[in-house]
């Protein structure tokens, strides 16, 4: 009986700390961040899957849309930024090597000598306007414009740039992988950054 208690005892304790380590040191490094992976086409889901199989935290930002047919329809998700999926990592060699040998991976990016990584601030925004469920449509990456931050209402603190034509819309642009979203925002309150 003590055995088998010392068994189940050694065997948690050996599978915990694991989990555990590769987590602990996944946040607690200073030099975790963010970083865009490229995928090949309708891959981005499979990689996602598989770079959290290896360990790593990613983020798929995902929309859902409504497909018709002539018989039916249905709500289907699909990515934000199509052929592209974020990880969050300490950039080593042996990290590029590991997310590069996964099935589907195109390339991490940035310049060849460089992988861009991507301000945190930027990755909980786009998580906190998917979880809001508003309407959004992809933009044109935009660089100049006003540095705006919604005050108030559920997107407090959001951040972009101020675009207007025939409606206000705030525009949050992820430099590394030059793409953007936008957002109508009529009626939310807005301070110049």
Not at 66 to 83: A, M, N, Y
Request: net charge positive.
């Amino acid at each position: 009986m003590q055995n088998a208690s010392k068994l189940n005892r050694d065997s948690i304790s050996e599978a915990v700390p694991d989990a555990v380590t590769a987590s602990a040191v996944r946040f607690c490094s200073e030099r975790v961040e963010w970083y865009a992976i490229q995928t090949r086409c309708r891959f981005e889901k499979k990689v996602t899957r598989a770079l959290e199989r290896k360990g790593i935290t990613t983020f798929l930002p995902l929309l859902q849309e409504v497909h018709r047919w002539s018989d039916r329809e249905q709500k289907i998700e699909t990515p934000l930024f199509p052929g592209y999926t974020f990880a969050q990592v300490e950039l080593s060699a042996g990290t590029r090597r590991a997310v590069l040998q996964t099935e589907g991976v195109v390339a991490w990016v940035g310049s060849q000598d460089e992988v861009r990584s991507i301000p945190q601030r930027q990755i909980e925004d786009l998580r906190r306007l998917l979880s809001q469920k508003l309407r959004c449509s992809l933009s044109p990456f935009l660089t100049a414009g006003q540095r705006v931050r919604i005050r108030g209402g559920c997107l407090d603190g959001l951040e972009g740039l101020l675009e207007k034509n025939d409606a206000a819309r705030l525009v949050i642009s992820i430099a590394s992988i030059q793409r953007s979203i936008a957002i109508q925002i009529e009626g939310y309150e807005l301070e110049l950054i």
